[in-house]
T-cell receptor
Framework: QQQVKQSPQSLIVQKGGISIINCAYENTAFDYFPWYQQFPGKGPALLIA?????SEKKEGRFTISFNKSAKQFSLHIMDSQPGDSATYFC??????????????FGPGTRLSVLP | DGGITQSPKYLFRKEGQNVTLSCEQNLNHDAMYWYRQDPGQGLRLIYYSQIVNDFQKGDIAEGYSVSREKKESFPLTVTSAQKNPTAFYLC????????????FGAGTRLSVL
């Protein structure tokens, strides 16, 4: 129930195209859903996040779509650029007394944007 | 600048040697975490600490040890009992329980000589 599933494992997109990464969770206690971007040799950086009471959040070219009933959320990268090539992790978090169980990462998606 | 500082960036371990990875934060966060990342893989939780002088094992704690003597510092020791230590190690902290976001350092890459 603590797992977050993420797909695809890898994604290749042409420059200017739309990149879509999907995640799904089981535990309805999760109440915050951040996405992280990680470049090779660097630590993950917070990209965008959403709460389950909102169906969509947009920041620049990045949009999170959230489907609470299906327990699914996705990241859309519009007008994808070669500089977007990175590994993307979805995550789910909740307020919990045990900090070891309150934050779960998906396995990651390696995005390559071709010039 | 506020943030999380990990050092060194690269570290080499000889057989039978213990090595310590440093993690310092000036974000005034209560919670700190250590993750291991293998090539092309996700993040696996090694240890976490919710408060000074307290820490708990994560999913893959065997062969590792930590201490939390100061709020700002959460060093990780990779002991000789960890037979496959080559990986990218990431330290994170969180302080806002309402949003529960984790912020990461730049990582330490550990290799075995």
């Amino acid at each position: 129930q603590q797992q977050v599933k993420q797909s695809p494992q890898s994604l290749i997109v042409q420059k200017g195209g739309i990149s879509i990464i999907n995640c799904a969770y089981e535990n309805t206690a999760f109440d915050y859903f951040p996405w992280y971007q990680q470049f090779p040799g660097k630590g993950p950086a917070l990209l965008i996040a959403i709460r389950p009471d909102v169906s969509e959040k947009k920041e620049g070219r990045f949009t999170i779509s959230f489907n609470k009933s299906a327990k699914q959320f996705s990241l859309h990268i519009m007008d994808s650029q070669p500089g977007d090539s990175a590994t993307y992790f979805c995550a789910a978090s909740m307020i919990a007394d045990n900090y070891g169980q309150n934050f779960v990462f998906g396995p990651g998606t390696r995005l390559s944007v071709l010039p | 600048d506020g943030g999380i500082t990990q050092s060194p960036k690269y570290l080499f371990r000889k057989e039978g040697q213990n090595v310590t990875l440093s993690c310092e934060q000036n974000l005034n966060h209560d919670a700190m975490y250590w993750y291991r990342q293998d090539p092309g893989q996700g993040l696996r939780l090694i240890y976490y600490s919710q408060i000074v002088n307290d820490f708990q094992k994560g999913d893959i704690a065997e062969g590792y040890s930590v201490s939390r003597e100061k709020k700002e510092s959460f060093p990780l020791t990779v002991t000789s009992a960890q037979k496959n230590p080559t990986a990218f190690y990431l330290c994170a902290s969180s302080g806002d329980r309402a949003r529960n976001i984790q912020y990461f350092g730049a990582g330490t890459r550990l290799s075995v000589l």
